[in-house]
Structures are given as structure tokens and as C-alpha cells.
């Protein structure tokens, strides 16, 4: 058998079809791809608004902008996640003021971030982590609360929901992300969600480069297109997304009640193997709402007995048999960026630390066969076997 990646996007004849279509039309940017790519967006998210970006990051970036984040202000965040969740505040001229995570969801610890909350606040970016939705209500009441706006980073849970709420709905506003091992994928891209209109009229003139001539509208309205193309309102950035990517965007989306569940079914096969393996972690679904979660990855955790070294010898044993996996995620803050910035140590965070140093990301995407998973699993209880039978 060959190798069995860490991902692979799910790519059929009708993506193929809708990119090559684009590109004999000639419209190449800002056309109806784009449109049609938003207005699906945000309908699955129960948004009334949604801005195409060129990535997730560009879209956490141009949110904050919009709310006028800036130097002086400081962004709550989680330190497990990827890491874009905490630079998106840094590029906007704000402090990251991490908080540690829950141990059971590994989402913000809604406790600690109202804890953390002071007169500095000015935004506290949740992430859904690995597809995780939980606390995310929590966290929006307790924005609320404070008169903190919530961004939600949901670039990793686009399709799920939570106590009925689709992922994308919370906060004042939220970002998906479209990376190639995503649910839906653009290849690379990003969408802003919102119901605020003043934020979205904001994020679409700065991904346009400060343009005032395309005013946002909710999707299905007529644009208004009284500017010149050379007329700038305000600071921008060319954080546009492609009529091609656009294009493979819309056909995912037509698919997305396919790809999630074809990416639940893989998540269950490795439940059903994996289940009682006294060495892990297995992630965390919410009983009774299984159908809720959106797959974005399927980690699983060492337990407590292993530390750092040992994760990485079983880590490379995987991929020595070529079984992609990884060490989803570092820690943000001992990233040696952060840790020259803002004088971060071990020990900071020690729950985020905690489960970082034992995390496993396994092979993951909705075109895993049942072989394959089985190889997956049998190759990670070896692995477990031989680090066991090493410990003194």
C-alpha cells in the first residue's frame, strides 16, 4: 500500500467543470461566482452577509480593522490553535493576550476569558477547534455581557452547529477558511460572515483595496456601482478571492452535506477501532449530538503516562510507515515569535501545553478507505506497543 496522507481534498468532475468554466468565460475576478459563492456562505452560516477574502487570516485581519482594533488594545485568544488566530490582532497593531483552553472541548475556557477581560479588551477571537463548536455560546454571552465584540474563528467548522445554531452565527462576526484539508476548500480563501451591515460595507471596501465603488448588499441584491474603479475611501489591501477559486467554492458547497458526512463516517470508523485504547484520548463529541459536529481533523491524545518525546517517537514511527500524522497544534505562545515578543515560558498555559505535548493528528479526509483507516490504527497500536515496551 502507498502512502496514506494526512489529507486530501475531495475534487470530482463537477469542481472540474465549474473552474474550466470560469476560465473560458474570461470574467476571472469579481464577477458571479463570487456572488453565488457568497450568498451559500452565508446562508449556511444564517448570516445576512458574506465577504469572499483571498484566506481565513485575511479575513480574522480585516475584521478586527473593521472594528477598529488597533495599538493600545489587546485581543483575548486561545494559545492552541494555528496561528493565525493570534496573528490576524498583531497584524491589526493590537496585544494577544492569550487564555487557556478547557481540557474537555480544548476550546477558550469561557471562565477564564471573563476572567481575563479588562478596560484593554477590545475583541476576544474563539476558535472552534478542530471543528469543536462548544462554548461558543458561552463565549458570546459573556461578549455580550461585557460589550466586547466575539470574532468567531470558525475556518475549521464550516457545516456544524450547536444547540441548533449553525457554526458561523455567533458573535458579531466569523471567518471560514478554505485550505486545501478544510470541508469545503478553495484552494486557498476565506469568507466573512456577519448580520452587521456598517462591518460588512467595511471588510468588502478593504479586501477591494479601499474601493467605494462596490458598496456591500446582501447577497441576491443589486450592487451599487456609483464610484470609479480608482476611487479609494479608506486603507485597504487586495484580499480578494478569484472567480476561479469562486467557482470551485460553489461547487463544494453544493456538496457540502456529502463531504460532511462522508468526513463523519471516516471519524466514526476511527471510533469504532480506537475506542477502549487505554493510551488515548479519543476527541470530544457532546453525546447525543453527533450529527452536530463538523470533522475537520481527527486528533487523539496520549495520555498523561507520555510525555513530548514520546509523542514524537510514535509520530515518526507513523510516518516511517507511511502513515501521515502530525502535532496538531504547537502552542502559540512558545512559538519562538511569541516567546521573543511577549516573554512567554512553559508553564504559561499549562492546560494548552498539556495537550499539545500529546496530541496526534491522524489521516483524515472523506476519501479514506476503511483499509486504510485500518492500517492507520493498527500501525498507531504498534506504535503505543513498542513506545510501552521501551519505559523502564
Known amino acids: 500500500m502507498s502512502e496514506i496522507p494526512l489529507s486530501r481534498p475531495d475534487i ?28 451559500l456562505v ?8 458574506a465577504i469572499p477574502v483571498s484566506s481565513g487570516t485575511a479575513g480574522l485581519h480585516l475584521i478586527l480593522k473593521a472594528l477598529g482594533v488597533g495599538p493600545g488594545d489587546e485581543v483575548l485568544t486561545t494559545p492552541f490553535s494555528f496561528i493565525a488566530s493570534a496573528n490576524c490582532a498583531l497584524i491589526a497593531g493590537a496585544d494577544v493576550r492569550f487564555v487557556d483552553i478547557c481540557p474537555t ?3 477558550l475556557d469561557p471562565a477564564k476569558v471573563e ?42 467548522a464550516l457545516g456544524g452547529t450547536l444547540h441548533g445554531r449553525p457554526v458561523g452565527s455567533f458573535g458579531r462576526a466569523g471567518v471560514f477558511g478554505f485550505y486545501p484539508n478544510k470541508q469545503v476548500t478553495t484552494g486557498e480563501g476565506g469568507m466573512i460572515v456577519t448580520d452587521d451591515r456598517t462591518l460588512a460595507d467595511a471588510c468588502e471596501s478593504m479586501r477591494n483595496q479601499g474601493r467605494a465603488g462596490r458598496h456591500f448588499r ?23 478571492l478569484s472567480e476561479i477559486q ?79 500524522s502530525s502535532n496538531y497544534f504547537p502552542c502559540i505562545h512558545l512559538q519562538p515569535f511569541y516567546r521573543k515578543r511577549f516573554g512567554h515560558k512553559v508553564g504559561d498555559f499549562p492546560l494548552a501545553e498539556a495537550t499539545s505535548s500529546r496530541t ?27 513506545e510501552s515496551l521501551s519505559r523502564p
Open 218 to 240: 446582501a447577497p441576491g441584491q443589486e450592487a451599487n456601482n456609483a464610484g470609479a474603479w480608482l476611487e479609494h475611501e479608506r486603507l485597504g489591501y487586495n484580499y480578494r
Open 115 to 156: 476572567a481575563a477581560i479588562t478596560p484593554r479588551t477590545k475583541a476576544i477571537v474563539g476558535v472552534e477547534v478542530f471543528g469543536q463548536p462548544g462554548h461558543m455560546d458561552e463565549l458570546e454571552r459573556i461578549a455580550n455581557r461585557h460589550e466586547v465584540p466575539l470574532v468567531e474563528d470558525c475556518c475549521e
Open 12 to 39: 470530482t468532475q463537477a469542481e472540474i467543470d465549474a473552474v474550466v468554466d470560469v476560465l473560458r468565460s474570461g470574467r476571472l475576478s469579481i464577477g458571479p461566482a463570487q456572488d453565488e459563492f457568497a450568498r
Open 246 to 324: 469562486a467557482a470551485l467554492g460553489v461547487a463544494q458547497m453544493k456538496r457540502l452535506d456529502t463531504l460532511l458526512e462522508k468526513r463523519r463516517r471516516v471519524a466514526q470508523a476511527y471510533f469504532r477501532c480506537l475506542m477502549g485504547q487505554p493510551e488515548l484520548i479519543l476527541p470530544y463529541v457532546q453525546p447525543g449530538h453527533e450529527d452536530d459536529m463538523s470533522w475537520f481533523v481527527f486528533v487523539v491524545r496520549l495520555t498523561t503516562d507520555f510525555d513530548a518525546e514520546a509523542r514524537d517517537r510514535i509520530i515518526a514511527g507513523l510516518r516511517r510507515h507511511e502513515v501521515g
Open 105 to 107: 472541548t480544548l476550546n
Open 360 to 386: 496526534i493528528a491522524l489521516p483524515f479526509h472523506g476519501l479514506l478507505r476503511e483499509d486504510e483507516i485500518d492500517v492507520v490504527c493498527r500501525t498507531l497500536k504498534l506504535m503505543l506497543q513498542r
Open 42 to 49: 452565508a446562508q449556511r452560516a444564517g448570516r445576512m452577509y
